[in-house]
């Protein structure tokens, strides 16, 4: 699913705002839940599966799967807020794990970055960036593992094809039994 902003990744919100399964048509919802979150005002790819041993595969910081992301700052970071980045920062008293920062392009005061992830504490991509005196303009995911977006319209999902659905039963090492 490419998730818009302003919608909730969950399957149900006791305020009524609108969630991930609501772009779905009611027919494809039935025991589905997103793997893992991106918040109100981010955008992007989010899995969702009824699978719960993949959920956790997925999520669990342990497996250490790689989250791509699109992210326009403002400001241009130093090569040392760069380096910083990278290599980790403290939050919550603890250092996040190493990620791939790559400097895309800068104009007009603000600069586009593509971060690699291989955790996704709460926030962090836009923490990191306000730690750093670079607080997040827009935030996209744009793949998770080997699979990507491509050409995906905000608010709009699609199946899995057999070589996708295939990559992360491999990624994760779960039979093709318990699906």
Known sequence: LNKPIGVISTCDDPY???????LLPDSERNGLHPVGRLDLNSRGAILLTNHGQLTLQLTHPSYSH???YRVWIKGTPSKSSL???EE???LDNKLTKKAAVKLIRSAQNKSLLEIILTEGRNRQI????????????DL?????GAISLTNLKEGNWRLLPKNEWNYLLGQTEISTNNV
């Open 16 to 22: 009524r705002r609108r969630t991930v399964l609501d």
């Open 66 to 68: 790689t989250k791509t």
């Open 83 to 85: 380096t910083r980045w």
């Open 88 to 90: 980790g920062v403290h």
């Open 126 to 137: 836009r923490r990191t960036a306000e730690l750093l005196g670079h607080p997040v303009i």
């Open 140 to 144: 996209q995911r744009i793949a998770i």
